[in-house]
């Protein structure tokens, strides 16, 4: 039995029925990670304190106690602050910097008993879908080094789909949890925006920003879904004879890989067999509303939001020291304007928060005029991209900039606030390829429930090459 093969919920059984140790579980996960360095997931890890926090949690056991992470390692996004661990969020002015106290999912995930595996790779600042970081370094897929493992959580999607760590937690703004989890062929969530605290993560925009989880399958997403949001019901089993499921257009679906198409189709074929009823859900103005809410909600928010964070985290730069100290030209392009003549002003924000409450209305009437349980696509419209194809990169035949290709299907919901999960669907020449899904706002362990019958009837992808 390899461990490292074990997701979450299935390390717990063991661990609580004494079959295996935290201990041992610790020493494997420290050797693949000493083994699989040149995959760059993880900027910070302590092999020793995780041993520590290993024998804590096999002692605790021992004791009769009873938590649901007790002894599992969680691997951190690099913007979420840990006490003990450096919290960069991926750039020069904060890298290498320990924060002064966990951020409060940090402080959830201790008391069910995790351990903190570590601080995982990220996009600078989380601007990005590559990981591809000039002062981290650039993160690597596990199913091809040469290739990019998405963003801006790519650390997160490494961790995992190598074989590091059970779990980590991501933050998603336009996808950043569900594009690396797609990438890198394992399962993300996203949840409603605030159902889970985001004090203590260095922020893009609280309007947009969440917390979420990349594991190996839905029943770990929703275990940690329920240590995060503080308390969650039970899944109830769902069956997919006759359940309604929305194919969205126009956009979704089109212009696609056509390798990432016949994954996704094949997916859909599966569904329809299993008794699903896939059912056509126009959604002629979403692209406008999406549009008009995104960028100018995150960019103006950005200033506010960073702000706040650094003095509420006392991490001893202010907002200018941060912008002058980015390292990715990516980067740079986006934020150092803001702070001068590239201000978002007031009235377009403004402008922007009404698009925004209009595409939420686009969504909720669409679920409820089509009654379907969630909308179904390709979470990326195509697979990873080689590392250095930071503008663009080409699909379906033509070039495309990278950010808004890899985001196009995932940020109109994340605009919207509304859960989202994806899937591992198949491989498109020998690379991941994800499946998601889109709930109404609030319906999390619904969509949840939903995902558990969906990944049952899809194939189960093999281990990543380095993960074997």
């Known amino acids: ?77 690099d913007n979420i602050d840990s006490i003990g661990l450096p919290s960069g969020a991926g750039t020069g002015a904060l890298h290498g910097l320990c924060p002064a106290r966990d951020a409060e999912v940090v402080r959830r995930l201790r008391a069910a008993g995790a351990l903190v595996a570590g601080k995982t790779n990220m996009h600078e600042l989380a601007f990005g879908v590559t990981t591809n970081n000039r002062i981290t370094g650039a993160a690597r897929n596990p199913w091809d080094p040469s290739r990019i493992p998405g963003g801006s959580s790519g650390g997160s999607g490494v961790v995992v789909a190598a074989g590091l760590v059970p779990a980590a937690i991501g933050t998603d703004t336009g996808g950043s949890v569900r594009v690396p989890a797609a990438l890198c062929g394992v399962t993300g969530l996203r949840p409603t925006t605030g159902r889970v605290p985001g004090r203590g993560i260095a922020p893009i925009s609280l309007t947009r920003d969440t917390a979420g989880s990349i594991a190996r399958s839905v029943e770990d997403c929703a275990l940690l879904d329920g240590v995060l949001a503080g308390g969650a019901r039970p899944l109830a089993p769902v069956s997919l004879q006759d359940v309604r499921l929305g194919i969205p257009g126009p956009g979704f679906w089109e212009g696609v890989d056509s390798g990432v198409r016949a994954v996704a189709q094949g997916a859909v074929d599966r569904l329809c067999a299993a008794g699903a009823q896939l059912v056509e859900v126009p959604l002629p103005t979403l692209a406008g509303f999406n549009e008009a809410a995104g960028f100018p909600i995150a960019l103006y928010e950005f ?24 390292g990715s030209p990516d980067v740079a392009a986006i934020v150092q304007p803001l702070l001068g003549e590239g201000a978002v002003p007031e009235a377009a924000y403004q402008q922007a928060l009404q698009a925004r409450r209009a595409l939420q209305a686009v969504y909720a009437e669409a679920f409820a005029a089509h009654g379907v349980r969630a909308l179904l696509f390709p979470t990326t419209p195509l697979t990873a991209a080689p590392i250095g194809r930071d503008l663009t990169v080409l699909l379906d035949g033509q070039e495309h900039p990278t950010f808004a290709a890899f985001i196009r299907n995932t940020d109109p919901g994340s605009n919207a606030g509304i859960p989202g999960v994806t899937l591992p669907a198949g491989l498109a020449d020998g690379l991941p390829v994800g499946l998601a899904l889109d709930g109404p706002a609030g319906s999390d362990r619904g969509l949840l429930a939903l995902a558990v019958a969906i990944e049952a009837v899809l194939p189960a992808l093999p281990s990543a090459p380095w993960r074997r």
């Open 303 to 326: 200033v506010r939001d960073m702000e706040d964070y650094l003095h509420y985290a006392q991490r001893g730069v202010d907002l200018r020291q941060l912008v002058e100290a980015i």
């Open 1 to 77: 039995m390899d461990l490292a093969q074990l997701g979450v919920a299935d390390l717990r059984r063991r661990l609580q029925s004494r079959a295996i140790t935290s201990a041992e579980l610790a020493d494997i996960l420290i050797a693949r990670t000493e083994a699989q360095a040149d995959l760059n997931g993880y900027v910070a890890f302590d092999a020793e304190a995780l041993r520590a926090q290993a024998l804590a949690a096999d002692a605790r056991i021992a004791a009769g106690e009873e938590l649901p992470l007790l002894g599992v390692p969680v691997a951190l996004k």
